[in-house]
């Protein structure tokens, strides 16, 4: 019976033949007609002379009985698509009718064996069958679907194909049935096709957009006349648009969403055509028509209800991106990277259909952040960019709500690794939510790399915990580390200044509360080379205890230090860097208050003892947080050269600026002594060679230098040394005349401050020193040694820091390395020194004690690097650093240390 059928339609929709084109050359429409005419009347013929088709006639007929639309018609487009659906509906109520006995007939009990190929559904169709009946598909469509559409409504025949027009001119409106009752029987007979699954495929694949533009006209389109249609409301009652409508939702409901999108955006149409393409300008292929205003928001409202679906983020994106990847070339890739861009501005509108915009955020933003989530690499970039754009969008047009729906489960991992109490299960925190928590992150901040507000806020408040991971990833070998140190670099680079300065300080536990971890768990190992929070194991030792916490701190500082060591190109170090010296400034005031209120409060016999331990405790955590303090600033000077800490002249006057206002303090509190005349003479010199043309100076420059003359102007009242307060006030002087008058003092000032070839290689020296142990932690005995002597650490230039008027690094000029200061090879053993390492020597030998200790720390390096000419005359290196051992300042002390001790491994100079 199936065969007889395919047969039919074979015969109905078959070419037409040469005799009836010859005998209707006149139009095309009159070939069309006469081909139409001459396929009906050989199918009539056929089915009554040949015996393999004598089932159809009979199958026809019972059809034709369920159907109320099916009678005669004198247009002969209408007859043959009449033709074309009964056999269409007779072909799918047989097929259907055998997959139900082959359901019912097999014994689900005895099942198939794994090598047997399962039975073939009786209602498969060959390729050969498919290609039949896709044409028949195909003439319905054409002849009774499209040429019935208002238009606007769908694309119109005459946009599809050059044939186009030739088939509206062969459609006769004027005979019965109207068009409306055509466009709704075709329409409904095409959905009753579509219900056989061997048939469903080709409908709804090839031929959905034309079925909804269908119910859409018939279901919505005002009864009020429009554009010359004003029958409509008497041809389609109400019953029947109701039932359009009901049909057009389950249709909705049941096909692949990409695809019903798809169909709807094409369905939505284009916009007002103003004029033709200018001269020249080739016109687009299938432009889409302008959609009568009722088409366009019954399309937006389906689309937002698509859209506010489960999974209808994923369903929007994937219409509009499909394909894209397909393409090739630059321009084809920025193509596509702008169809991400629209959808996701498209995903940040809230629609009009929408009960509120945080119903809409409640619904969308989740499902943005499943978007991150595929693995597919193609689908994963473009669905990342979609997310990302989407996110920014949505966070910026609203930042509470975005904070609420969009951010908080993005960072909600880390979250409760912050939050959460003592006694809790740890695996509440699993490892891969903590892995998907830092990629996520990943992707939004650095690959996203656009900032706003809102995120940057939101990303603050859980910076500490990141950096705990951060800090553990630096320790084990965790795929973590890397996005972990991208994302605190991004949000470093992105933030504001002082946001970036305060959280730089929560970091290192420098001010507030830490925010890290809560108390009592720690970050473990995971399984999958991640990080899983886990209960901290108890130490039953003071000690040992005391040791883990001190060792825990110091790496933190290592860690932040290393950070700010990746920001080569940011002024945020050497920012922070003047912040913490701005720091030691005010110690003194406080000491000075603390000790005031010590005396009254001694003396003061209302005072309890309640009153005098909290003020006690005060002071105990104020000398620790004093002590994180100098760890931090000593691990800085360090780790970090000077063409890090101060990379701008304005940095340079900031860093002496804060010099003298702490040598002000120690004057206002009596305090002096040769350090602070050393410090002072090399911060005034600093200051003196800018000014006498070492470097390019700007308005902002000297603008910034004005905020120097009030400290030198106290300087030169208030010290001891005349020699000192001379040249305060005569750089005061060149300061305020913009270096117009420049007495002999500063000139002198400048030229001793002047980087000679000696002071050069500092930085390179030192950073290149194979014995230093910068990312690891001390042992166990070695802190408890470095904690038995004062200073613990100093820094790796100028001069040191003391509880009083603590000291500051002075600033180098880098140029070529050590290998300056002396010949490398080919001298013989008894030659004279250069002219370069005879000047190191004698500046090591000079009392101007930043000037020894800068030379000491030259000889240093350079003997690391083994340099030719410090090995032949080592003897005379070794003796000025055992001369030095007995000096009285710490940091020549120090600087005598290191370089008596430098090449130790190799048996050189200490041996």
């Known amino acids: 019976m199936s065969a007889g059928i395919l047969d039919a339609l074979q015969i109905l929709t078959k070419p037409v033949g040469e005799a009836c084109a010859e005998a209707t050359r006149c139009t095309q429409s009159g070939a069309l007609v006469a081909a139409l005419r001459s396929n009906l009347a050989e199918l009539e013929q056929r089915l009554r002379g040949e015996p393999r088709l004598k089932e159809v006639p009979g199958f026809q007929h019972r059809v034709r009985q369920d159907l109320e639309w099916c009678g005669n018609s004198k247009d002969p487009t209408w007859a043959f698509v009449q033709e074309c659906l009964v056999l269409l509906l007779a072909l799918t109520r047989h097929l259907t009718h055998l997959l139900e006995s082959f359901r019912s007939e097999r014994d689900p009990s005895q099942p198939c064996t794994p090598e047997a190929a399962p039975p073939l559904p009786p209602d498969v169709l060959s390729v050969a069958q498919q290609k039949t009946v896709s044409a028949a598909l195909q003439f319905v469509v054409t002849l009774g679907l499209c040429p019935y559409l208002s238009p606007g409504v769908g694309i119109a025949l005459e946009c599809r194909s050059t044939f186009g027009a030739a088939v509206a001119a062969a459609v006769d409106r004027n005979v019965a049935p109207p068009p409306d009752r055509r466009l709704l029987t075709t329409t409904f007979a095409m959905l009753e096709i579509s219900e056989a699954s061997s048939v469903a495929t080709l409908v709804l694949t090839r031929h959905l957009g034309d079925i909804l533009a269908g119910l859409c006209q018939l279901g919505y389109c005002p009864e009020h006349p429009e554009e010359g249609r004003a029958e409509h409301s008497k041809v389609v009652s109400m019953e029947e648009r109701t039932e359009c409508r009901k049909a057009l939702q389950s249709l909705l409901g049941k096909v692949y969403q990409p695809i019903v999108i798809k169909e709807l955006l094409i369905l939505q149409g284009g916009p007002k055509q103003a004029r033709g393409p200018p001269a020249g300008v080739a016109p687009p292929r299938t432009p889409l028509a302008h959609a009568p205003p009722w088409l366009r928001r019954l399309c937006g409202q389906l689309l937002s209800e698509r859209l506010m679906q489960p999974n209808g983020v994923q369903a929007v994106v994937r219409a509009i991106l499909e394909g894209a990847g397909g393409s090739a070339g630059v321009q084809a890739a920025a193509s596509d990277w702008k169809k991400c861009d629209a959808v996701a501005r498209i995903l940040a509108v809230c629609p009009q259909q929408s009960l509120s915009v945080e119903s809409y955020y409640s619904q969308v933003c989740p499902q943005v952040l499943d978007l991150l989530h595929f693995r597919d690499k193609l689908t994963a970039l473009q669905f990342q960019r979609v997310a990302t754009c989407a996110a920014f969008t949505m ?72 950096f705990s991971l951060y800090c553990f990833t630096k320790r084990n070998v965790s795929h973590l580390r890397t996005p972990c140190q991208e994302i605190l670099l991004w949000y470093l680079s992105h933030a504001e200044s002082p946001e970036a300065l305060r959280s730089l300080k929560r970091l290192c536990i420098l001010s507030g509360p830490t925010g890290g971890v809560s108390p009592g768990f720690e970050f473990l190992p995971g399984s999958e080379g991640g990080a899983r929070l886990a209960p901290k194991a108890v130490c039953s030792d003071e000690d040992d205890a005391l040791y883990e916490k001190l060792a825990a701190e110091q790496w933190r500082v290592e860690c932040l230090v290393q950070l700010l060591a990746e920001l080569k190109d940011s002024d945020l170090p050497g920012g922070f860097f003047l912040e913490l010296l701005k720091e030691l400034t005010s110690w003194a005031v406080e000491e000075e208050d603390e000790e005031k209120v010590e005396q009254e409060g001694t003396g003061s016999s209302a005072s309890t003892l309640l009153q005098l331990e909290e003020r006690l405790w005060g002071r105990v955590a104020g000398q620790g947080q004093r002590v994180a303090f100098l760890q931090v600033l000593a691990s800085m000077c360090e780790r970090l050269s000077h063409t890090h800490l101060l990379r701008r002249p304005v940095q340079v006057v900031e860093f002496v600026e804060a010099m003298l206002q702490r040598a002000c303090v120690g004057l206002a509190h009596g305090s002096g002594g040769t350090v602070e005349t050393q410090s002072l003479s090399m911060g005034m010199g600093l200051v003196a060679t800018m000014l006498t043309g070492a470097m390019e100076l700007s308005a902002e420059d000297y603008s910034c230098m004005s905020h120097l003359l009030q400290p030198l102007d106290q300087i030169s009242k208030q010290h001891p040394e005349p020699v000192i307060q001379e040249l305060a006030s005569d750089l005061r002087a060149t300061l305020a005349t913009h270096g117009a008058y420049c007495p002999d003092t500063v000139t002198q000032a400048a030229h001793r401050w002047k980087p000679t070839k000696s002071s050069h290689s500092v930085p390179e020296a030192h950073s290149k020193d194979p014995h230093q142990t910068v990312h690891n932690v001390p042992t166990k005995h070695s802190q408890t040694a470095a904690m038995e002597r004062t200073p613990t650490t100093q820094p790796s230039f100028g001069p040191p820091i003391d509880h009083t008027n603590s000291r500051t690094p002075a600033p180098e000029v880098q140029t070529p390395g050590p290998r300056a200061c002396g010949s490398s090879t080919g001298e013989p053993h008894d030659a004279l020194p250069s002219k370069a390492f005879t000047e190191c020597l004698l500046e090591a030998c000079d009392p101007d004690v930043p000037t020894k200790a800068m030379a000491l720390r030259v000889l240093t390096g350079m003997v690391r690097q083994r340099d030719a000419e410090t090995l032949r005359f080592q003897d005379k290196v070794l003796t000025l650093f055992l001369d030095n051992l007995e000096h009285d300042d710490s940091f020549v002390y120090l600087s005598a240390i290191e370089g008596s001790h430098a090449d130790e491994p190799h048996a050189t100079v200490a041996s």
């Open 395 to 466: 966070v910026q047009k609203q930042p509470e709500l975005g904070r609420r729906y969009l951010l908080a489960p993005l960072f909600a991992p880390l979250v409760r690794c912050r939050d959460s109490a003592e006694g809790q299960d740890p695996s509440s925190v699993q490892e891969w939510e903590l892995t998907r928590c830092v990629e996520d992150m990943y992707k939004v901040c650095v690959v996203g790399n656009s900032s706003c507000p809102a995120l940057l806020t939101s990303l603050e408040d859980i910076l500490p915990v990141l």
